[in-house]
T-cell receptor
Framework: AQTVTQSQPEMSVQEAETVTLSCTYD???????LFWYKQPPSRQMILVIR??????QNATENRFSVNFQKAAKSFSLKISDSQLGDAAMYFC?????????????FGKGTKLSVIP | EPEVTQTPSHQVTQMGQEVILRCVPI?????FYWYRQILGQKVEFLVS????????KSEIFDDQFSVERPDGSNFTLKIRSTKLEDSAMYFC???????????FGEGSRLTVL
């Protein structure tokens, strides 16, 4: 079974600084997707960034980038130039890309605080 | 921007009562999901639904749970006889196709007393 581990329950960062959230996963599959979701307080989870396992290039979305290390099964999220609006719960998630597989497996989340 | 909406936002019920949680997915989406998160624990997959039938379900989704898309817009999760351990935040999600982005609702908090 797949597992996703986020070892940092809470993190904080100064506004305008950079922070990295860690995620490791375990799977025997070679084709899969990895995701980072953001959940602001009392709001829905929204997709921040997505990585296909077959792509060697790390995904980037504006201030958000990932460091995907497939051999190490590591998928960290880097937030540059942190803003107050980045404060949220961040979930790392995995999904097998094979046909008929629909479910996401989530980590426990990392609560990110941004200090003005 | 279209979004997934869920009602109620919070429901308190007595153990043994039936509960129905409602979701309105984004209108052109075809795949629907329920996830739940017990306080302090991981978000867990419950069930996926496509073409008017369950396509995948987890061990959590036992006979006490059922899903339905009664009218082409609502997607409901029914818990027939609630237990204390059903207390959780329940998230509905939808996607347009099997590779597209998954959109989540804000969640329905269920408290079973």
């Amino acid at each position: 079974a797949q597992t996703v581990t986020q070892s940092q329950p809470e993190m904080s960062v100064q506004e305008a600084e950079t922070v990295t959230l860690s995620c490791t996963y375990d799977t025997s599959e070679s084709d899969y997707y990895l995701f980072w979701y953001k959940q602001p307080p009392s709001r829905q989870m929204i997709l921040v960034i997505r990585q296909e396992a077959y792509k060697q290039q790390n995904a980037t979305e504006n201030r958000f980038s990932v460091n995907f290390q497939k051999a190490a099964k590591s998928f960290s999220l880097k937030i540059s130039d942190s803003q107050l609006g980045d404060a949220a719960m961040y979930f790392c998630a995995y999904r097998y890309s094979g046909a008929g597989s629909y479910q996401l497996t989530f980590g426990k989340g990392t609560k990110l605080s941004v200090i003005p | 921007e279209p979004e997934v909406t869920q009602t109620p936002s919070h429901q308190v019920t007595q153990m043994g009562q039936e509960v129905i949680l409602r979701c309105v997915p984004i209108s052109n989406h075809l795949y629907f999901y329920w996830y739940r998160q017990i306080l302090g624990q991981k978000v867990e997959f419950l069930v996926s639904f496509y073409n008017n039938e369950i396509s995948e379900k987890s061990e959590i989704f036992d006979d006490q749970f059922s899903v339905e898309r009664p009218d082409g817009s609502n997607f409901t999760l029914k818990i027939r006889s609630t237990k204390l351990e059903d207390s959780a935040m329940y998230f509905c999600a939808s996607r347009r196709d099997n590779t597209g982005e998954l959109f989540f609702g804000e969640g329905s908090r269920l408290t079973v007393l």
